[in-house]
């Protein structure tokens, strides 16, 4: 069976622990997590956990089952099974020199990023996107000498109600 | 300060209490020392083990003999990391029991204090849930929260981790409630259409087998599969952990399958049309290969938990649901399906379960050494089949599940899922404590009967007339046959040499020790060894390279069977 990405959503009671149960989960049956990222949601102990994971259909069914069977796990949606919206935040600090700060400049400009701070030697720059775009965007300021980078991971919700 | 307030360790007995505990395993220590102190000024029956696993494994124990939560006490530290095993054995066998841990103070927490261990973050892996109290408001919550975890949906060991700040610290008490947690809602009622289509199933079938496991004793459902058996005229076979929930001498009975199940139910695994899986989880040693397990059927499975259906097998008609409600209400839909136009002609398929049963029976030949067969067997006769059997690990524990036919559910108490050697004298004093009637016997190997002989003292301080038989072969038998088979008889670590003499060490627990080194002896050995009041060591010098047939090697299919 071929693997997939999976971006999974996960509505988990807002306690101490929790996500150690659910890494624990993941590492103790050899499930893998390509990102993940927690935080509150507008309802007060609940938090959400959005994953993304790579799995066969089979291993993704039973993820599935056995989220679901953790006690503090209050919902379970995978994204991927229809429509969603997805982004990620990225802030990447880049090394420039006068010669090449335009060109950063209208790269960011085309991507529509911002820029958050300037100094002497460096730019960083504020990435909203799909991850799609986000790759795009790495690829081509690579050559200038990434500094640093530090991303959410992806985050995404239904479309629709 | 309120007079309906009461202290921690007060919420505890009194939850206890209405929860029905009455009997309690367990080991003090500083984390628990008050809770142990409220403990006395109370009327349960507290049984004190040599050693925390002891302790676990007694609780584990009791909750098989008898169906109930087991309970056990354990103070921080080393207390709590010596539940461990125990706690994985019961996690891996479905049985519910709540742990009590104790905690350093809250505030010590974090801080590498005195004894202080996160058991909470050690044993999340194999607790269905556990818990960290962090303040006296919850207390009362979490224990009720815990023991309606324990027993419900897929029962399972709950821990409770309590600082020892926090157990005497006062609040007020809700009393019973009705528990009603957001996240979880198992699901009892199978789904109507999938059984109805089962029930057309069975009709149609040429090659029916029943395959129950343990979910059938959890869930009470054993009445229901006999009746199912009977009614449709199928054959069944059962998990180690379903032994006991079909009669073990019924005509429809083919025994164990798997690794080191009978020629018969192996064969009908793999030959039959419709297979079904009823409360089994299809463990790999029932399975063996799983290309080829059951390669002709259509399996229907009923399990009370998702994550066991479609997880090493495939099946064709899965149903959530617990085993007993599906089972009644499947026997409700078969005397109502009507008989459909040609019915299938079924006695080819019962002819050749009956051949399978003739042609390769298990079997042992009783020579000039004792056969370990010959003694369980032996055992078997003398007792009707009416003892509550525990078991170590390993050959001892194969004999035991082939040799011994269970005619009840909750009779054969064995560590099924984890294998766990020192489980079989703990579970017995456990399952004596909660069947003071019965004849309660520990099936043992001279190796595993060490790893927690100490509760012998247990045993004999609390008068428990639990009975042991080693069936000493001077090996880790099970590693050793695995090691003549497949590893060229290199002996590397498993010859026991240097065993106590056994008989001297009953005596030295103050318990009756008896010894038999010859067939002819086995018998009388028995029968007094049976019939002393007290505990008892049995020990049988058997046949030292005796071993455990027939034998699917590790990965092949069911049907690759060593036969002798
Ligand atoms: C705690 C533990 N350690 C190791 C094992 C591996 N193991 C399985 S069977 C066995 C041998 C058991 O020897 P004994 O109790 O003498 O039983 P026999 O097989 O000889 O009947 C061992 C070491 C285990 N199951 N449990
Ligand atoms: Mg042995």
């Known amino acids: ?161 | 300060m309120s007079a309906k307030e009461l202290t921690g360790t007060k919420i505890l007995m009194k939850v206890l209490k209405e929860e029905g505990v009455d009997t309690i395993f367990g080991y003090p220590g500083g984390a628990v020392i008050d809770i142990y102190d409220e403990l006395a000024r109370t009327e349960f029956k507290h049984i004190l083990a040599r050693h925390e696993q002891g302790a676990v494994h007694a609780a584990d124990g009791f909750a098989r003999a008898s169906g109930r939560t087991g309970v056990c006490f354990a103070t921080s530290g080393p207390g709590a990391t010596n539940t461990v095993t125990g706690i994985a054995t019961a996690y891996m066998d479905s049985i519910p029991m709540v742990i009590i841990t104790g905690q350093v103070p809250t505030q010590l927490i974090g801080n590498d204090a005195f004894q202080e261990v996160d058991i909470v973050g050690i044993t999340r892996p194999c607790t269905k849930h556990n818990y960290l109290v962090k303040d006296i408001e919850s207390l009362e919550r979490i224990l009720r929260e815990a023991f309606f975890l324990a027993r419900s949906g897929r029962p399972g060991p709950v821990l409770v981790d309590i600082p020892k700040n926090i157990q005497v610290m006062k609040t007020k008490v809700n009393g019973p409630q009705d528990i009603n947690m957001r996240t979880y809602k198992p699901t009892y009622k199978p789904n109507v259409k999938q059984l109805s289509r089962v029930a057309g199933l069975i009709k149609k079938a040429k090659r029916p087998l029943i395959f129950s496991g343990g979910g059938v004793v959890l869930s009470g459902a054993s009445e229901a599969l006999v009746q199912l058996a009977r009614s449709t005229n199928t054959c069944v076979t059962s998990t180690l952990m379903g032994l006991g929930a079909f009669p073990g001498t019924d005509p429809l009975w083919l025994g164990m399958p798997g690794m080191h199940g009978t020629f018969r139910a192996n064969m009908a695994i793999s030959q039959c049309d419709l297979m079904l899986a009823i409360g089994v989880r299809f463990d790999d040693r029932v399975t063996g290969r799983t290309d080829d397990f059951a390669p002709n059927a259509t399996i229907v499975q009923i399990d009370i938990d998702p994550t066991s259906i479609h997880k090493n097998i495939e099946v064709e008609v899965p149903i959530v649901g617990d085993c007993k409600i599906a089972l009644e209400k499947l026997n409700d839909l078969l005397e109502k399906e009507p008989e459909p136009e040609n019915a299938p002609d079924r006695s080819e398929w019962n002819h050749q379960v009956e051949a399978w049963k003739k042609t390769t029976p298990l079997a042992y030949d009783q020579k000039e050494t004792i056969k370990p067969q010959y003694v369980i067997d032996t055992f078997f006769k003398m007792t009707k089949g009416e003892a509550i059997v525990t078991t170590e690990v390993g050959q001892n524990q194969m004999w035991a599940a082939q040799y011994y036919h269970f005619n009840r559910p909750h009779q054969f108490i064995t560590s099924g899922g984890l294998g766990t050697m020192g489980f079989g004298l703990p579970a017995a004093i456990g399952a004596q404590m909660a069947c003071p009637d019965k004849l309660v016997v520990d099936v043992a190997g001279d190796g595993s009967i060490q790893m927690n002989i100490q509760e012998m003292a247990t045993a004999v301080e609390h008068n428990l007339p639990i009975k042991i038989i080693i069936l000493n072969n001077r090996y880790l038998g099970m590693v050793r046959q695995w090691q003549d088979l497949f590893y060229d008889k290199c002996y590397s670590a498993t010859t026991l040499d240097h065993n106590p003499d056994f008989v001297k060490l009953a005596d030295a627990y103050g318990a009756k020790g008896l010894r038999a080194t010859r067939p002819e002896e086995v018998e009388a050995v028995l029968k007094e060894g049976l019939e002393t009041p007290g505990a008892v060591i049995m020990e049988f010098v058997v046949d030292r390279e005796e071993n455990v047939y027939p034998m699917v090697p590790a990965g092949k299919a069911i049907t690759d069977m060593l036969l002798v």
């Open chain 1, 1 to 161: 069976m071929s693997e997939k990405r999976h971006i999974l959503s996960i509505q988990v009671d807002n306690e101490p622990g929790v996500l150690s149960r659910i890494v624990g989960l993941f590492s103790g049956r050899g499930y893998n997590i390509d990102s993940l990222n927690v935080a509150a949601t507008n309802e007060p102990n609940i938090s959400r956990i959005t994953m993304v994971t790579t799995a066969d259909t089979a291993i993704m069914e039973q993820i599935k089952k056995q989220l679901h069977k953790l006690i503090n796990v209050v919902t379970v949606h995978d994204l991927t099974e229809s429509d969603y919206v997805q982004r990620e935040l990225a802030l990447i600090k880049i090394h420039v020199k006068a010669d090449n700060r335009g060109e950063l400049i209208n790269i960011v400009d085309i991507f529509r990023y911002k820029i958050v701070d300037v100094g002497p030697e460096h730019v960083t720059i504020e990435a909203t996107a799909t991850e799609e775009k986000l790759k795009a965007f790495i690829e081509l300021v690579t050559p200038m000498g990434i500094k640093e980078i530090v991303r959410t991971g992806s985050i995404a919700l239904y479309r629709g109600n």
